[in-house]
């Protein structure tokens, strides 16, 4: 054999000598993977509970009723969840407020209808209706300027901010008016009883 060849040979037998794949390590590795990631979500689980078992003073939302009058707006889109108002991180879970799902919403003067196939229906009576805007993100969900119609309301003694996207964004800004006309009417008659009562009091 020549010495011009040697090159070669020594090349083939380093490439026939390479290591074997360490086959145990490698499936341990693996299996320890999958452990942590069960970890984590047990982990997730457990504050998921804790969180609800802490907002246990909430009341349950009011079921929807037999019949909730002509409807001023509907909407079909996403529900993203809760979060105590003004604070777009502190989710509420209690009463499966936390559980995303698909929405049907209707707006009619006795109130708003949550539609949620696969999770719990909830109705928010027009005299707890607090508000509505536009926003970015709600509950960990962070969508496009606008991209988000959040809807305040009152359950028991706290304000919430609900969050539901539209399958037709161009469709919130028709809620963001109605539902702010109807809770701003809500308070000039509020405030309007609460005036004559003390005038009839005096």
């Given at each position: 054999?020549?010495?011009?060849?040697?090159?070669?040979?020594?090349?083939?037998?380093?490439?026939?000598?390479?290591?074997?794949?360490?086959?145990?390590?490698?499936?341990?590795?693996?299996?320890?993977?999958?452990?942590?990631?069960?970890?984590?979500?047990?982990l997730?689980?457990?504050?998921?509970?804790?969180?609800?078992?802490?907002?246990?003073?909430?009341?349950?939302?009011?079921?929807?009723?037999?019949?909730?009058?002509?409807?001023?707006?509907?909407?079909?889109?996403?529900?993203?969840?809760?979060?105590?108002?003004?604070?777009?991180?502190?989710?509420?879970?209690?009463?499966?407020?936390?559980?995303?799902?698909?929405?049907?919403?209707?707006l009619?003067?006795?109130?708003?209808?949550?539609?949620?196939?696969?999770?719990?229906?909830?109705?928010?009576?027009a005299?707890?209706?607090?508000?509505?805007?536009?926003?970015?993100?709600?509950?960990?969900?962070?969508?496009?300027?606008?991209?988000?119609?959040?809807?305040?309301?009152?359950?028991?003694?706290?304000?919430?901010d609900?969050?539901?996207?539209?399958?037709?964004?161009?469709?919130?800004?028709?809620?963001?008016?109605?539902?702010?006309a109807m809770?701003?009417?809500?308070?000039?008659?509020?405030?309007?009883?609460s005036?004559?009562?003390?005038?009839?009091?005096?």
């Amino acid at each position: 054999m020549s010495t011009e060849t040697t090159p070669a040979v020594a090349l083939a037998a380093a490439q026939k000598s390479q290591e074997v794949t360490d086959w145990a390590a490698r499936i341990g590795w693996v299996v320890g993977l999958i452990l942590f990631i069960a970890l984590l979500y047990w982990l997730m689980r457990q504050g998921w509970k804790w969180r609800g078992t802490l907002q246990g003073d909430l009341p349950e939302p009011e079921p929807v009723p037999g019949t909730a009058g002509k409807p001023l707006l509907t909407l079909t889109g996403r529900y993203h969840g809760s979060t105590g108002a003004g604070q777009w991180l502190d989710r509420i879970v209690a009463h499966g407020l936390g559980t995303r799902s698909r929405a049907e919403l209707t707006l009619t003067e006795e109130g708003l209808t949550v539609l949620r196939p696969g999770a719990r229906d909830f109705f928010v009576p027009a005299a707890r209706l607090r508000g509505a805007r536009l926003d970015t993100g709600i509950a960990g969900k962070v969508l496009t300027e606008g991209g988000l119609l959040v809807v305040t309301w009152q359950l028991g003694g706290r304000t919430l901010d609900s969050g539901f996207r539209s399958d037709r964004a161009a469709d919130h800004a028709a809620w963001v008016e109605r539902v702010n006309a109807m809770s701003s009417t809500r308070d000039d008659e509020a405030v309007a009883t609460s005036h004559h009562t003390q005038e009839g009091a005096s």
